[in-house]
């Protein structure tokens, strides 16, 4: 009666990878994402095409999950704020250490966003700042061609999204993250040379203005 025991392989030699739970790889290196230095990707830029296709995607993914053009625009604001409360740290990290600081006044913190998180987002700088006449505690940016609005084609029915909510989301999570606590939103004034022009309406809250106060007092 033929056995139907088979014989073992011998032993290898080579030494066996141990096993990854959960299908987490680990690169050959051991080293991932969060030890890199930042200032490694800082003169780095993403393509046109690659930011308008995950873009373009996120809204996507976002127009199917709400009811009308204020729930999309509200979506689109909640996810540049989670962006904005971490670009603060990035962005002081990056600067020269003489002028690394967190802003303590409403103008440096202004132009912080002005010069240098649109450089950093857009590759230039507001075209404007100006601060409301008729409202002590209202800023507004202006931008005549939001690069968020360039590659998304909006129906008639929907023509008054403005997508550029986004961007107020993460200019609304720097303020907040550098302790001027605002609500900031996105409104379309588009003209015949720039019809996609946005003003950034930044309103701050009562106790940043007491605090503005204070400190001009004490200079």
């Excluded at 939001?146 to 029915?157: A, F, G, R, T």
Aim: with cysteine.
């Amino acid at each position: 009666m033929a056995s139907t025991q088979q014989s073992k392989a011998p032993p290898s030699n080579e030494p066996q990878q141990p096993r990854q739970a959960g299908g987490f790889r680990h690169p050959s290196n051991r080293k991932t994402i969060y030890d890199r230095n930042l200032n490694r990707s800082r003169t780095a830029e993403l393509s046109r095409a690659s930011f308008a296709y995950l873009f373009g995607e996120m809204v996507s993914y976002a127009q199917k999950r709400v009811s009308g053009i204020q729930d999309l625009e509200k979506r689109l604001n909640v996810q540049g704020y989670s962006l904005g409360l971490r670009l603060l740290d990035v962005l002081l990290y990056r600067e020269p250490p003489r002028s690394a600081q967190r802003p303590t006044r409403i103008l440096a913190l202004l132009q912080l966003i002005t010069t240098t998180l649109w450089k950093h987002l857009f590759a230039r700088p507001a075209d404007a700042l100006e601060r409301s006449k008729d409202k002590e505690d209202e800023y507004m940016i202006s931008d005549n061609d939001p690069l968020v609005n360039q590659y998304i084609s909006v129906p008639k029915e929907m023509n008054q999204l403005n997508c550029a909510a986004y961007v107020a989301g993460i200019v609304e999570g720097v303020c907040d993250g550098a302790g001027f606590m605002a609500r900031v939103t996105a409104h379309g004034v588009g003209t015949e040379m720039w019809p996609g022009k946005t003003v950034f309406l930044i309103k701050f809250e009562p106790g940043v203005l007491e605090r503005e106060g204070f400190l001009e007092k004490g200079r």
